[in-house]
């Protein structure tokens, strides 16, 4: 009996995952295969979705374009993330202005994405909060027409949205660091880089590592940020699946799907390859 | 002989409290060890953090080889410290760690690591180069420590309670290597420890702090024979502090004896009579302790073999007994 008490305990759980979770993606993996025409799936064993999702030009472009948007993503959430985490935890010493800035860093969280993807509408666009300002100052002449509705606002929305993603990893790391290391470094002679590159930036890779895959991982699957902060201008693979499923053509959107699993995987094993995360966990 | 470390009215102050260290003024000769000691809070930590640069000084001046140190950065200034917990930088191996203060000046890394592993030899750790400190025990970490500390030749070594995370055999052994360094290094050691026998073992200078103040400064034969105050006798241990009728003296234990109890109760004020409350087998000696009449406590050290020629037991009447000249006088008001 005790034997099998901890299968037991972990049952509740692995059958939750496997019914919603593996199933699932069994499911997705065999209809990628199906064949499909303008009204119905097709049981059948084919190729010619992923034939399709490799050969087509447009579709290699779109899925450049996610990666350039994760990539870009998780620059500016890192240098964002990095430094907002280095103030909270180094700098503010007080624990309860500490308790209240990191509660501030959570503020974007507190209305709907899509409401607060909405909201940049009236800030950004032509005739916007922005622009408005900026040329009743004098300072342009012409309104910016890159703000909404192009690759920067999508960017923009990302940042917004999972800056805090990087930050609380970081943030977790940081606090751990033992405080007499960074004083032992100084007793070394090394300045404030120094310090940063040789004993803060180490010990904090198990956070960045959580917090880059955090933010890849969300960013490469995301397709209303895309949608509705591009206007429809830029795509990425979540869009196209997302339309592809809008046609019906479900066999086409599952071998995106795939693709996509599989390269995000391997993005994640990449960054785990590259950064041990144990300590964290 | 020049000093080699100078502390002017040296003061520290935490927030609107006390001082933490109240204007001491200390000079430490070169190439001396010099042990701060003194209970938890008497301010010997937060004065090794001033010399080394880790702590602002609030008033004086803190003066290293005759230059005025006291707004300089720490690696400016020519100390190393040895932290408590040996802060040892847990992602680089043991070379590494003794390796860092000279990466930080920009010493290639060939020249770099082969200079650590000359230390790593002078602690004797050479087979645990690539060991991270998490792989090595406390006496190792506090080798490797030791020898990061050395690397950039300092001219005075800080070290905050270097031996009190180790076991008493390790600590031992420790001490005398302490030591042995300083002599062949040739430069000074500040070590801030709350063990005097380690003060003692130790040190050519002794500083007994007490609430921020100095309480004595001397070498540890002279404190220990005269001490400057019952403070200062009652925390380096081994002495007797009594009141008695010529006024208050410090005597030591172990030059007190248990004397026949005098005819006629007459006592010329070398000798407290009561009666013993604790005897403690010690190995080479005995410890006898007396509670006089007047509420006064007082214990003799006696070599086991004066205690079993005349053992006593507790409950019986005694009577401590040392020659005049073994009661050195104290202020009565500290």
């Known amino acids: ?281 | 002989m020049r000093p080699d470390v100078e502390l002017i009215g040296v003061t520290k102050r935490y927030g609107h409290g006390p001082a933490a260290v109240d204007g001491i003024s200390l000079s430490i000769p070169a190439a001396s060890y010099c042990c701060l000691l003194g209970p938890s809070g008497c301010g010997k930590t937060s004065t090794l953090r001033m010399i080394a640069g880790h702590e602002t000084v609030s008033e004086g001046d803190i003066l290293l080889s005759g230059r005025n140190v006291t707004l300089l950065p720490p690696a400016a200034r020519g100390t190393a410290m040895m932290f408590q917990s040996y802060a040892l930088f847990p992602h680089l191996t043991a070379l590494e760690n003794i390796a860092f203060g000279l990466r930080m000046r920009g010493v290639g890394k060939a020249e770099r690591l082969a200079q650590a592993a000359g230390f790593l030899k002078l602690v004797q750790l050479e087979k645990m180069a690539d060991r991270l400190p998490a792989q090595l025990s406390g006496g190792q970490q506090q080798r490797v420590a030791l020898a990061r500390a050395l690397i950039t030749r300092p001219k005075v070594l800080l070290l905050d309670e270097p031996l009190s995370a180790l076991d008493p055999f390790l600590r031992t052994q420790m001490r005398e290597e302490l030591k042995r360094l300083q002599r062949e290094l040739g430069i000074t050691f500040i070590h801030v420890t709350h063990g005097q026998e380690e003060a003692m073992a130790l040190s050519d200078i002794a500083v007994v702090m007490d609430h921020g103040r100095i309480a004595q400064a001397a070498h540890p034969r002279e404190i220990f024979e005269k001490p400057a105050s019952a403070f200062v006798a009652r925390f380096i241990g081994g002495h007797n502090v009594l009141d008695l009728p010529g006024g208050r003296f410090a005597v030591r234990t172990d030059r007190t004896r248990l004397t026949p109890v005098p005819e006629g109760g007459a006592s010329d004020g070398a000798s407290l009579a009561g009666q013993v409350t604790t005897v403690e087998y010690q190995g080479a000696a005995v410890r006898v302790v007396v509670r006089a009449g007047d509420g006064q406590t007082a214990e003799a050290l006696l070599p086991d073999g004066l205690f079993h020629a005349a053992p006593v037991a507790p409950g019986e009447a005694a009577t401590l007994g040392w020659a005049a000249q073994d009661a050195h006088p104290l202020s009565q008001t500290a």
């Open chain 1, 1 to 281: 009996m005790s034997r099998w008490f901890p299968w037991l305990q972990a049952a509740p759980l692995a059958l939750v995952l496997a019914t919603f979770l593996l199933l699932p993606i069994a499911l997705i993996v065999v209809v990628s295969f199906y064949d499909y025409d303008s009204f119905s799936l097709i049981p059948d064993f084919v190729l010619t979705n992923y034939q399709e999702v490799f050969a087509s030009p447009v579709t290699w472009q779109t899925y450049l374009k996610t990666l350039w948007f994760a990539g870009l993503t998780w620059l500016v959430t890192f240098a964002l993330g990095f430094w907002l985490a280095y103030y909270l935890a180094f700098v503010v010493q007080d624990a309860t202005w500490r308790t209240v800035l990191f509660i501030l860093c959570t503020v974007p969280f507190w209305t709907s994405n899509l409401i607060r993807m909405i909201a940049w509408v009236p800030f950004l666009g032509r005739n916007g909060i922005m622009n408005n300002t900026l040329m009743g100052a004098g300072l342009i002449e012409q309104p910016l027409e890159f703000l909404l509705f192009s690759d920067f606002s999508v960017i923009l929305a990302f940042v917004h949205l999972y800056t805090l993603f990087m930050v609380v990893p970081i943030f977790n790391t940081m606090m751990r660091i033992d405080r007499r290391l960074l004083e032992a470094a100084r007793d070394a002679g090394a300045g404030f880089w120094q310090t940063l590159w040789c004993v803060i930036l180490p010990l904090c890779k198990p956070g960045i590592g959580i917090g880059s895959i955090f933010v890849v991982v969300l960013v490469m699957g995301d397709f209303a940020t895309v949608r509705l902060m591009s206007g429809g201008q830029s795509a990425s693979v979540g869009l196209m699946i997302s339309n592809q499923i809008g046609l019906m053509q479900y066999p086409a959107a599952a071998a995106n799907a795939v693709v996509l699993l599989a390269m995000v995987l391997l993005l994640v094993a990449a960054m785990l390859r590259a950064i041990d995360i144990r300590k964290e966990l």
